[in-house]
């Protein structure tokens, strides 16, 4: 019922941009978020931004000032606006959705997830 694909990651130097799009194709829950994550090799998944039906939104301190989560309803996109990108920001980056309210950066909050796209970010 819920299907994700990222796409718009590359590899860039440290200070460049990237901006990640994530085409959903769902239902139309009355409540719901979408979230970005984040995997490097050997390590957890981590939560990136979070947004929820209402427009909240929340961050991790590593991208504070740095990224934006937005959510295109019309065009049934979720993007990541990522600036001042550092080497740390390397790694996998995941898009998922959830039938819930409130913006979360628990992996085990969401349901759904898309297949990643890779994000390198050189020194």
């Known amino acids: 019922q819920v299907q994700l694909v990222e796409s718009g990651g590359g590899s860039v130097q440290a200070g460049g941009s990237l901006r990640l799009s994530c085409a959903v194709s769902?239902?139309?829950?009355?409540?719901?978020?979408l979230g970005w994550f984040r995997q490097a090799p050997g390590k957890e998944r981590e939560g990136v931004a979070s947004?929820?039906?209402?427009?909240?939104?929340r961050y991790a301190d590593f991208v504070k000032g740095r990224f934006t989560i937005s959510n295109d309803k019309a065009k049934n996109a979720l993007y990541l606006q990522m600036n001042n990108l550092k080497p740390d920001d390397t790694g996998m980056y995941y898009c998922?959705?959830?039938?819930?309210?409130?913006?979360?950066?628990?992996?085990?909050?969401?349901?759904?997830w898309g297949q990643g796209t890779q994000v390198t970010v050189s020194p």
């Open positions: 947004i929820d039906s209402q427009g909240s939104t």
């Open positions: 769902r239902s139309t829950y009355t409540r719901y978020i």
């Open positions: 998922a959705a959830g039938p819930s309210v409130g913006p979360s950066l628990n992996r085990y909050t969401y349901a759904h």
